[in-house]
Structures are given as C-alpha cells and as structure tokens.
Nanobody, 127 residues
C-alpha cells in the first residue's frame, strides 16, 4: 500500500508561483504513472498533469501547459508540481495520484483511475 501526502498549497496573488509536493510512503519499484488533479467548488475534477516514472514523459492539460511543470525526485520519492503565472481560475484543491503503469498506459490515461490518491491541498489565487 502506497500512501501519498500533498503539501505546499496556500494563498497567492495572481501572477505568483507555488510548488506542490507529493511524498510517497515507500519506494516504488514498479514503473508508475503519477498525476496531479484539481477540483474547484462546483466544478468537475480536472486532470492537470501526469508523468511516467519509467519514460519520464510528461503530459499537461491545455489550461496549464506552459505555466505548470510536473517532475519527480526519485531519490526522495516525491512528485512535484511547479505552478507559475497563477490565475484565479487555478484556485482548487489539488490532489496527487499514482498507479503502477506502463508508459503506454500513462500516455493514454485521461481519467481518474489511479490506485493511490492523496487527500489534497488547497491552492487559492486572488486577483
């Protein structure tokens, strides 16, 4: 069982930056697909970005491409989401998720069908 815990959320003004972290409870030997999702009040959950731990390939939602960067530190077993040029519409609870998966699965994964999920961290962007 892998436990995921997000941190790094907070309040920031529009145009600012935040870096979210997602620490895994144990070393993950298998190839994984790791992802960030977000959900704003009254809105559907949205996939933000994902990364294959084997290939390193990354994928982004159109709404964040060019502003957000997903990365992983294998030594620390931690997933990151660097968010820049933040907008009020980025306000949401951000969740990380992970599944043992091949790079091919990660490339085509567009839903929320991940084995492990964190509890979320709030990001609030004020105008």
């Amino acid at each position: 069982q892998v436990q995921l815990m997000e941190s790094g959320g907070g309040s920031v003004q529009a145009g600012g930056s935040l870096r979210l972290s997602c620490a895994a409870s144990r070393y993950t030997y298998s190839p994984y697909c790791m992802a960030w999702f977000r959900q704003a009040p009254g809105k559907e959950r949205e996939g933000v970005a994902r990364i294959s731990t084997l290939s390193g390939a990354t994928y982004y939602a159109d709404s964040v491409r060019g502003r957000f960067t997903i990365s992983r530190d294998n030594a620390k077993n931690t997933l990151y989401l660097q968010m820049s040029s933040l907008k009020p519409e980025d306000t949401a609870v951000y969740y990380c998720a992970a599944s043992p998966a091949t790079p091919a699965w990660c490339a085509s994964a567009t839903g929320y069908e991940y084995t492990y999920r964190g509890q979320g961290t709030q990001v609030t962007v004020s105008s």
